[in-house]
């Protein structure tokens, strides 16, 4: 399992100007992404407003543009050197409990 969010001290100068052009792309694919997922959205509440129940589908679509969004973010925020990719691929985030 790997830390999204973890620092790195290291960081690449030329990386930093291609980061610009890639988060760009990525920012059109997430605006994409984003306009269907909310629309399955809307469609999903009526889905549980008529039914009482959720539409696996819709659901899942909706999970992967949310972990799409995540995996994301510690490229486009500076985190990290790591890019990932332009097109979402399938990404579990898991929630740790601190006790």
Same mark, same amino acid.
């Given at each position: 399992?790997?830390?999204?969010?973890?620092?790195?001290?290291?960081?690449?100068? /030329? +990386?930093?100007?291609?980061?610009? !052009?890639?988060?760009?792309? /990525?920012?059109?694919?997430?605006? !994409?992404?984003?306009?269907?997922?909310?629309?399955?959205?809307?469609?999903?509440?009526? &889905? !549980? $407003? /008529? $039914?009482?129940?959720?539409?696996?589908? $819709?659901?899942?679509? /909706?999970?992967?543009? $949310?972990?799409?969004? &995540?995996?994301?973010?510690?490229? @486009?925020?500076?985190? @990290?050197? %790591?890019?990932?990719? !332009?097109?979402? @691929?399938?990404?579990?985030?898991? +929630? %740790? +409990?601190? &006790?």
């Amino acid at each position: 399992m790997k830390q999204l969010f973890a620092y790195e001290e290291k960081a690449g100068r /030329i +990386e930093l100007f291609i980061r610009i !052009i890639y988060s760009f792309i /990525i920012g059109i694919v997430l605006m !994409i992404y984003g306009c269907i997922a909310g629309i399955c959205m809307f469609i999903q509440f009526f &889905v !549980i $407003l /008529i $039914l009482g129940r959720r539409s696996r589908g $819709l659901s899942d679509f /909706i999970q992967g543009y $949310l972990e799409y969004y &995540v995996h994301i973010l510690p490229y @486009t925020f500076f985190m @990290t050197d %790591e890019r990932p990719g !332009i097109l979402p @691929t399938s990404v579990i985030i898991y +929630e %740790e +409990e601190k &006790v």
